[in-house]
């Protein structure tokens, strides 16, 4: 027996399907680790942008634009409204708190479907565009998770939060796509956020603050985009390189 994906799908293709296999992973956690969670959400955006370097260097085909929608669905729509969701199920019961309860899980669930409409409409009409219209998921789902693991849980928080994104990704403020290096940047602080754990254990001689150091400094730089790319970004260069459209944050 031959399974239909080998020959049809890339490199690239692979990374891109890992990034909703990861996004699954940080819906299950969101029942048990809110912080692990959060870094499994930053984990997938570093992969998002992994298979964009990948297709330039290996080559992209005809289902990459088509998988990367439906890997940031998971990715950076239901895995974020679940971390959400949550934070607000572990605040309150249904019984004790029954509007913060049922407001947070509404606002979660509108999340996902504005995540699923406009990477729909990327898809269909922007993908071979250098810039997108609408605040990419990616970014709203980096700020969610970074705004947990620097300790931002109140639920009322991010509620108010997600609300705002879900709104903020069906308006029609454009943002410029980011220069290599700068997402290379953010790259590099989503990963040192991820992997401060790790550096925990392997020694005691790192400090206690630097995880959430490095959480603070990426919510600084993601809600920095959000509030300023509108309308400051812009710039020669941001077009995407060959062979990487569809490929980009979205």
């Excluded at 027996?1 to 992973?25: C, I, Y």
């Excluded at 085909?61 to 959400?84: C, H, I, K, M, R």
């Excluded at 309860?101 to 606002?107: E, P, T």
């Excluded at 959480?215 to 985009?225: D, I, P, R, T, V």
């Amino acid at each position: 027996m031959r399974f239909r994906f080998v020959g049809r799908l890339g490199l690239a293709d692979a990374v891109t399907v890992a990034n909703a296999a990861v996004g699954f992973l940080a819906v299950v956690a969101a029942a048990v680790d809110l912080e692990l969670a959060a870094r499994l959400v930053l984990l997938a955006a570093v992969a998002d942008g992994l298979d964009g370097v990948v297709a330039r260097h290996r080559g992209s085909t005809d289902a990459g634009p088509y998988l990367d929608s439906l890997a940031d669905v998971a990715s950076f729509g239901v895995a974020p409204a679940a971390l959400v969701a949550a934070a607000v199920l572990g605040a309150g019961s249904l019984a004790s708190d029954p509007l913060l309860v049922g407001v947070g899980v509404a606002v979660a669930a509108l999340f996902v479907a504005a995540a699923v409409a406009r990477l729909g409409l990327y898809t269909a009409y922007d993908s071979d565009a250098r810039e997108t219209v609408g605040v990419p998921t990616t970014l709203a789902a980096t700020i969610l998770a970074a705004a947990v693991i620097a300790g931002y849980t109140d639920p009322a928080l991010l509620t108010a939060a997600t609300a705002a994104f879900a709104v903020l990704m069906g308006t029609t403020v454009t943002y410029p796509d980011l220069h290599a290096q700068d997402a290379l940047v953010m790259g590099v602080v989503q990963a040192a956020v991820i992997l401060t754990p790790a550096g925990h254990m392997a020694t005691a001689a790192l400090p206690a603050w630097i995880g959430e150091g490095f959480a603070f400094a990426l919510l600084f730089l993601a809600c920095g985009y959000l509030l300023l790319g509108p309308r400051f970004y812009w710039g020669d260069g941001i077009r995407s390189p060959p062979g990487d459209a569809g490929r980009r944050r979205v």
